[in-house]
């Protein structure tokens, strides 16, 4: 707990030194929840996950909302020809402690566009927190450089520092709300934070609490709010100084499916709306799916895959892309494996089992008319499906195909302009009269 309290008070100090005073100590012996508590600190200077938290933020804000000279910025931002954009340059990043030395991040490379939504995935310890924290300074790189919006943020003074988080946002998986205050106060915090005027929070609350769909709840306190609507505080709440980049750090991964989407609406809604950079760190592929245009797989702190969604989606080349997305894929039945042979049977009973895949390259849909044709047979459709992502469809269906039907040559089915898919197979045969047509 000593620990916490120390890392705590030093990351409040890199915050421009906001508060002043000791630390309570923390009622939680959860660490992600006391490094989240240090990012809010530091983000803000004063929000803190829990009683003990909200106690320490009474005391530093006053009453007239101002906290010392140096917190106060320019909540207006100025425009940037690069504004939201981020470059990492071969970031590693090792920690270092007396238990020996752990290797989070290595020689990771990306630039993330100004105003795009973009999705890093990996498995848990991969470095995802790691390298999202890196954004906002929250870690700083054993090795490498982070530029946000053209600026080496290494380089930033404490003040600059303060200035830069202002600029952004960041929601955490269990929300981090102060539950002895309202949503209101909740959401005015940072602007209370950044010396902004009682006119300015009252307008600026009011516009957040409608973008998020809380108009209603403004005086209602966080106990009393679903984990749905307690993100939508922590939305508005990083949105509060209008930032140009959002950070998500599992932003849903405490909230049931349906949940979930109504979030990512929101996410998609605030991008457009107001052109903020979103990197969104998950476990879930769905929720890359979803929302992300482009995604980072991340595996033992190494990029394994970086591209458009539908491009990883349709053609994972590596292993933790494919395991990632696992739960998506549509796999053999069971009751069809069981009975799958690999060899021909020397009997003439049975069927053929072709297997369609489609990544979404080109404008290739499962064209079933088509397929039919070119097999030149009755084609039964066993199992499978077809997914959608930005507008292009990728999937894999399973077809029965009588034992007496000659199968064509697959190899033009895949080329040119006349291709009706992106490979075809035959995965192996089972017998009658399972599966007869
Ligand atoms: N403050 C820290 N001190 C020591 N090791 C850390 C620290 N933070 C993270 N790690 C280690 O770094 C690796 C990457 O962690 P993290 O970035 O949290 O991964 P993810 O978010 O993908 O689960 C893990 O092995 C984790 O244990
Ligand atoms: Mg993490």
């Known amino acids: 707990m000593i620990a916490a309290n120390n890392i705590a008070a030093s990351s409040f100090g890199v915050a421009g030194g906001l508060i002043r005073g000791g630390f309570i100590a923390p009622k939680t012996d959860n660490a992600a929840?006391?490094?989240?508590?240090?990012?809010?600190?530091?983000?803000?200077?004063?929000v803190l996950t829990s009683e003990f938290a909200s106690l320490q933020a009474e005391s530093a804000v006053k009453d007239d909302g101002r906290i010392n000279d140096d917190a106060k910025s320019d909540i207006a931002q100025t425009p940037r020809p690069n504004r939201g954009e981020i470059k990492l340059e071969s970031v590693g990043k090792i920690y270092r402690s007396s238990a020996g030395e752990v290797k989070a991040l290595n020689n990771v490379s990306v630039?993330?566009?100004?105003?795009?939504?973009?999705?890093?995935?990996?498995?848990?310890?991969?470095?995802?927190?790691?390298?999202?924290?890196?954004i906002n300074r929250l870690e700083k790189p054993t090795s490498g450089r982070v530029l946000v919006s053209g600026e080496d943020i290494a380089l930033l003074n404490e003040k600059e520092l303060v200035a830069l988080r202002r600029r952004i946002g960041m929601i955490f998986q269990h929300f981090n709300l102060l539950s002895a205050k309202s949503v209101f106060e909740n959401i005015a915090l940072p602007l209370k934070v950044a010396g902004a005027s009682r006119e300015h929070i009252e307008k600026r609350v009011g516009e957040l609490l409608e973008l998020v769909g809380l108009s209603e709840k403004?005086?209602?306190?966080?106990?009393?709010l679903s984990g749905g609507q307690k993100q939508r505080v922590g939305i508005a709440r990083a949105l509060a100084t209008q930032p140009e980049i959002l950070l998500c750090d599992e932003a849903t991964s405490a909230l049931d499916p349906e949940t979930t989407r109504s979030i990512l609406q929101l996410l998609r809604d605030i991008n457009k709306k107001l052109g903020i950079t979103i990197v969104l760190i998950t476990h879930e592929m769905s929720v890359i799916r979803e929302i992300a245009d482009r995604t980072l797989v991340l595996e033992r702190g190494e990029i394994a895959e970086l591209g458009e969604v539908w491009r990883v989606f349709g053609?994972?080349?590596?292993?933790?892309t494919r395991a990632l997305l696992a739960p998506l894929r549509q796999d053999l039945p069971d009751?069809?494996?069981?009975?799958?042979?690999?060899?021909?049977?020397?009997?003439?009973?049975?069927?053929?089992?072709v297997a369609l895949e489609y990544t979404g390259e080109g404008a290739l849909e499962p064209d079933l008319a088509r397929i039919a044709n070119a097999l030149h047979a009755k084609v039964q459709l066993i199992h499978g499906g077809v997914d959608r992502i930005q507008g292009r469809a990728f999937g894999r269906l399973l077809v029965s195909i009588p034992s007496e039907a000659r199968l064509p040559d697959f190899a033009p089915l895949m080329q040119g302009d006349d291709a009706?898919?992106?490979n075809i197979e035959v995965i192996g045969y089972v017998p009658l009269p399972d599966y007869s047509i």
Do not use: W
């Open 315 to 320: 053609a994972p080349r590596h292993e933790a």
């Open 420 to 422: 009706l898919v992106h």
């Open 33 to 46: 929840a006391i490094c989240n508590a240090i990012a809010l600190m530091s983000a803000y200077g004063c």
């Open 111 to 134: 630039e993330i566009k100004s105003g795009e939504i973009f999705g890093i995935i990996g498995r848990s310890g991969a470095g995802k927190s790691s390298l999202i924290r890196m």
């Open 218 to 224: 403004r005086k209602t306190y966080p106990s009393r």
């Open 335 to 353: 009751d069809l494996a069981a009975i799958l042979l690999k060899e021909k049977p020397k009997y003439a009973d049975y069927n053929q089992i």
